[in-house]
């Protein structure tokens, strides 16, 4: 098992069953290597840096009735929310204090935010703070929409495609959502000149390992210049509240994988990965990732952003989050970068 984490260390890539072999091993020495690999490919192209990405949860609103997300329409006993724009510039202001340099506005799919407001808000924060990247994670948008964002200074769009097998797709979302359009949007995205990216849950209910060779095939036809994968969390008002969530074990392995498939890539180690194991984030770090992104959103609104169970850092000030990751990354044996932090094979046209 240790020569195809060779195979995919020197060549980046594997065939189909040799990513099926490497996914589903229980064989210590390869998983050992594969994180070794990892860990020596991310420091070769962003040596210690860790990228800090202020999350800005700007809705708890949705139109959207995804299976697996704790703030779907269908769910009412989900508490609702939408920060007004006097509440997203002073989570920039006090983001930007606090040294970071690139804001994530994310949220439901809200059409309180038209493309007007979006782009009036998109606008003063890139009139405010030139020298920090904008970035959007809206969900679905016609093409018109993301240009205009894209005109009013965003730099960035997260639109993870949830899952590049149509059959794996269909079984978690409404039939009113289609993989195609879902596709169509991050091509469009990318063609607009948008920094982009993709990803998905791992152990997503009915996922196969098949499924998830599906996404790594996807994800190197988009070479898109973020990969955000995390564990699928069940959430107790949903209907996969019974569904079993996805494990640390897997979530380490593909992480390791994506990074030698993907040396340059920006790789986060996310939330919902912290809210599996303790230390889950820096054990992401030490498998790859380059990239965390704390909350930024008013404490009295985070436990609303409730996408799935237990969901962790709802209770402290941005402040205490930004303290908290700094120790927990020089824990694992890195540094913050105070920086936009661009995706190093990244060339804006
Ligand atoms: N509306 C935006 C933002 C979605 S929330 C959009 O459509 O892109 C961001 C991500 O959280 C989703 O892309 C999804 O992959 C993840 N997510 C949602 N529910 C989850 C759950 N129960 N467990 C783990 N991750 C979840």
């Known amino acids: 098992m240790t020569d195809i984490v060779e195979k995919l260390y020197r060549t980046g890539d594997l ?3 040799e990513f099926s072999a490497l ?8 998983a050992e290597l594969l994180k070794k690999y990892a860990d020596e490919t991310r420091r070769k192209y962003y040596g210690k840096k860790v990228f800090l990405r202020g999350l800005i949860e700007i809705s708890s609103y949705c139109k959207n009735d995804c299976l697996y997300c704790g703030i ?3 769910n009412k006993s989900a508490e609702r929310y939408r920060l007004s724009r006097e509440d997203i510039l002073s989570c920039c202001k006090n983001g930007y204090e606090l040294g970071f340099r690139t804001f994530v506005m994310q949220g439901g799919e809200d059409s309180f935010f038209t493309d007007e407001i979006m782009a009036d808000i998109i606008s003063e924060i890139r009139r405010s703070y030139p020298d920090c990247a904008i970035t959007l994670s809206l969900g679905e948008r016609s093409r018109e929409s993301y240009k205009l964002f894209k005109e009013a200074g965003a730099d960035r769009y997260l639109l993870r495609h949830e899952a590049a097998s149509p059959e794996l797709y269909s ?3 409404p039939a009113e959502l289609s993989l195609e359009n879902r596709k169509e949007c991050l091509f469009a995205l990318r063609e607009l000149g948008y920094q982009v990216g993709a990803g998905f ?3 997503a209910p009915f996922q196969t390992v098949d499924h998830i060779i599906c996404d790594l095939r996807f994800l190197q036809q ?3 210049q973020m990969i955000g994968i995390g564990p699928f969390i069940p959430h107790h008002n949903t209907p996969f509240a019974e569904e079993k969530g996805g494990t640390l074990e897997l979530t380490l392995r593909l992480l390791g994988i994506l990074r030698l498939m993907f040396p340059r890539v920006l790789l986060p180690a996310t939330t919902a990965l912290g809210t599996i194991a303790p230390n889950g984030r820096e054990l ?3 498998t790859g990732c380059n990239v965390v992104m704390p909350n930024l959103s008013p404490v009295m609104v985070r436990k609303k952003y409730d996408l799935y169970d237990n969901k962790i850092c709802t209770g402290e000030e941005a402040a205490e989050c930004r303290g908290c990751l700094q120790r927990r990354i020089e824990s694992a044996g890195y540094e913050i970068a105070s920086e936009r932090g661009d995706c190093v094979s990244f060339h804006n046209a």
């Open 15 to 17: 065939t189909n069953e």
């Open 284 to 286: 992401g770090l030490m």
């Open 23 to 30: 996914i589903k091993t229980d064989d210590e020495s390869a």
């Open 171 to 173: 079984r978690l979302h």
């Open 201 to 203: 849950m791992v152990g």
């Open 72 to 74: 779907r329409r269908s």
């Open 222 to 224: 988009l070479q898109p």
